[in-house]
């Protein structure tokens, strides 16, 4: 059961590590940055103490509180009805637009990632 746990707890580590990074390439560097440091802080070994723990808990839902904040804060861009706008700043490909307006702006900032990690 400690094998499990431990493995629960460094995929949680690499995974914030992971979003932190899709964020920065997505252009929300805060949010990023903040995911980053949050899975280096996870990593180091003063957090195995009971009552760290809980600090350490806290801490990650405010982060998290305030990632997500940040992300609803991403402006979309405004659906063009087939016309074609040209001169745009950015080559991203908006994708369809699903109704929920958290979940489009997630994938905003993916793709917007994507297109950054495409090659030239």
């Given amino acids: 059961m400690k094998t499990v746990g431990k493995t629960a707890i460094w995929t949680g580590i690499v995974l914030i ?5 899709v964020l920065l ?9 903040l995911l980053v440091i ?12 009971r009552s760290l723990r809980w600090i350490m808990a806290v801490l990650t839902c405010a982060i998290f509180g305030l990632v997500i904040w940040n992300i609803s804060t991403t402006d979309l861009p405004a ?11 950015s080559a991203i490909d908006v994708p369809p637009s699903t109704g929920i307006k958290f979940f ?3 994938a905003y900032i993916f793709s917007g ?4 990690a495409e090659g030239s």
């Fill in 25 to 33: 390439g997505g252009g929300k560097i805060v949010s990023g940055t």
């Fill in 104 to 106: 489009d702006q997630v």
């Fill in 17 to 21: 590590g992971l979003c932190g990074i």
């Fill in 79 to 89: 659906p063009s009805d087939g016309m074609v706008v040209a001169c745009t700043e």
């Fill in 38 to 49: 949050t899975a280096f802080v996870m990593v180091l070994p003063i957090w195995r103490h």
């Fill in 113 to 116: 990632f994507l297109s950054q």
